[in-house]
């Protein structure tokens, strides 16, 4: 297991900028998808009738939308890491977290576009009304509300991704800190008889231990004075 007792402030830096490289990749593969899907989509709402390859300007969209969304979760996310760890988390174990938000919101991409299907299935005028520029054909309506679908799903799941991310990510910080070694041989005499919070008995061991250190070094000062001075004035 990584050492969890040292500073790393370049795996944070390395977690910011995997957030954002994150954010691109998902923007890539998402729009890559839904311009192929429905390239009437960004048709109307981009506006693009000038536009000859929509599929490619969708890939290019989506890496700028990526990159500013990645930017935006990565903050969050790294702040959250910083913060619960005070910037002692391995690259690797903030890392495997933001693989994880990224998965999930992949789920939430694919779960928009279904239901948004579902709805235009289920009421085509409803659907038509709600939303701007849907073609008539159904076949076409099903694809347009796939992408818009999808789009919504990907960015507010991944902003709830973001999130349950950083909460999974504070349990899994506790539970290392409370599996420090340091704190496996507390003494029974030396734990609280009150419950603590998760690795509040493990920091207050280790003041302690600091604390006899402490008055260690200061009783070998004192007496290597009194040896010193023959133990008078």
């Known amino acids: 297991m990584n050492e969890t007792n040292r500073s790393r402030p370049g795996a944070l830096i390395g977690v910011a900028f995997s957030g954002v490289l994150l954010g691109a990749i998902l923007g890539a593969i998402t729009n890559s998808v839904n ?17 000859q390859d929509i599929w490619r300007a969708s890939i290019a969209q989506g890496i700028l939308e990526g990159i500013l969304f990645g930017l935006a979760f990565a903050v969050i996310f790294t702040a959250v890491v910083g913060i619960v760890s005070k910037a002692r988390s391995p690259y690797g174990l903030a890392a495997g977290h933001l693989v994880l938000i990224g ?18 299935t289920l009421s085509p005028e409803f659907y038509r009304h709600a939303f701007r520029s ?19 799903g990907i ?13 999974l990510f504070r349990a899994r ?17 030396e734990r609280s008889p009150m419950p603590r919070r998760p690795g509040e008995e493990c920091r207050r061991v280790r003041r302690r231990a600091a604390h006899r250190r402490i008055d260690r070094s200061t009783m070998r000062s004192i007496t290597s004075y009194l040896t010193t001075t023959g133990g008078g004035p």
Not at 35 to 51: A, E, K, Q, T
Not at 173 to 189: F, G, I, K, M
């Open 35 to 51: 311009g192929w899907v429905s390239p009437l989509y960004f048709r109307n709402i981009m506006r693009w009738d000038d536009v």
């Open 103 to 120: 998965v999930a919101a992949l789920v939430c991409w694919a779960l928009g576009g279904l239901v948004a299907m579902g709805l235009a």
């Open 173 to 189: 910080w506790r539970h290392l800190q409370e599996a420090d070694p340091h704190c496996q041989t507390v003494p029974s005499s």
């Open 155 to 167: 960015q507010f799941g991944g902003f709830a991704s973001v999130i349950v991310g950083s909460v």
């Open 134 to 152: 849907v073609p008539e054909d159904f076949s076409q309506m099903l694809r347009y509300a796939w992408v818009g679908g999808s789009i919504w």
